[in-house]
């Protein structure tokens, strides 16, 4: 167990609809990231959180966005949902300042099914 | 262009042999960082290894090894004596500290799926 949660486990969703994923880092952790896998993406960073304000932003689609709360959990939301944003959404987080040598500890993700 | 390739997509061996996964990266930044993790059939990412550009030992922890190697741009993850339980996708990963601006962003290979069999 990473200490990292995300919730929920499993969604399964129509298009067109939004959902929210949510993340709790672990304790003491200060940044978040964002990582989407697909089968044929693989994994994709798609954004940098360090205590609440953005750091990174990677290949993540304008129907997407996230914030990271004063509390340090993070939230990432999709809309517009298309059937190919089905994939597993993982969030990762990392104790320093989010820099790259920074080892990052990964949730058990979330699994989107878009039908 | 790929800057992190795991050319294995899949191997199979029988336990209690040994394996080697390869991963080679592309970098024109001189501080980098070097990652490994293990994604087992349930689905989450578990940390293995970090490495920095600036370290070439090698590393060995109980069965598992690491041969870094900057001439030939490669990060090789050897696994001594399989087990069963070591079936699993690796990933490699690339983090770079100049081009991503000094972020943490991680930058994957496509992963290599070992099987193990008893």
Not at chain 1, 51 to 79: C, M, T, V
Not at chain 2, 46 to 65: A, C, K, P
Request: glycine share 8%; hydrophobic share 30%; aromatic share 12%.
């Amino acid at each position: 167990d990473s200490g990292v949660t995300q919730t929920p486990k499993h969604l399964i969703t129509a298009t067109g609809q939004r959902v929210t994923l949510r993340c709790s880092p672990r304790s003491g952790d200060l940044s978040v990231y964002w990582y989407q896998q697909s089968l044929d993406q693989g994994l994709q960073f798609l954004i940098q959180y360090y205590n609440g304000e953005e750091r990174a932003k990677g290949n993540i689609l304008e129907r997407f966005s996230a914030q990271q709360f004063p509390d340090l959990h993070s939230e990432l939301n999709l809309s517009s949902l298309e059937l190919g944003d089905s994939a597993l959404y993982f969030c990762a987080s990392s104790l320093r300042g989010g820099g790259p040598g920074d080892t990052q500890y990964f949730g058990p993700g979330t699994r989107l099914t878009v039908l | 262009a790929q800057k992190v390739t795991q050319a294995q997509t899949e191997i199979s061996v029988v336990e209690k042999e040994d394996v080697t996964l390869d991963c080679v990266y592309e970098t024109r930044d001189t501080t980098y960082y070097l990652f490994w993790y293990k994604q087992p059939p349930s689905g989450e990412l578990v940390f293995l290894i970090r490495r920095n550009s600036f370290d070439e030992q090698n590393e060995i922890s109980g069965r598992y090894s690491w041969n870094f190697q900057k001439s030939t741009s490669s990060f090789n993850f050897t696994i001594t004596a399989s087990q069963v339980v070591d079936s699993a996708v690796y990933f490699c990963a690339l983090s770079e500290a100049q081009s991503s601006g000094n972020t943490g962003k991680l930058i994957f290979g496509q992963g290599t799926t070992l099987q193990v069999k008893p």
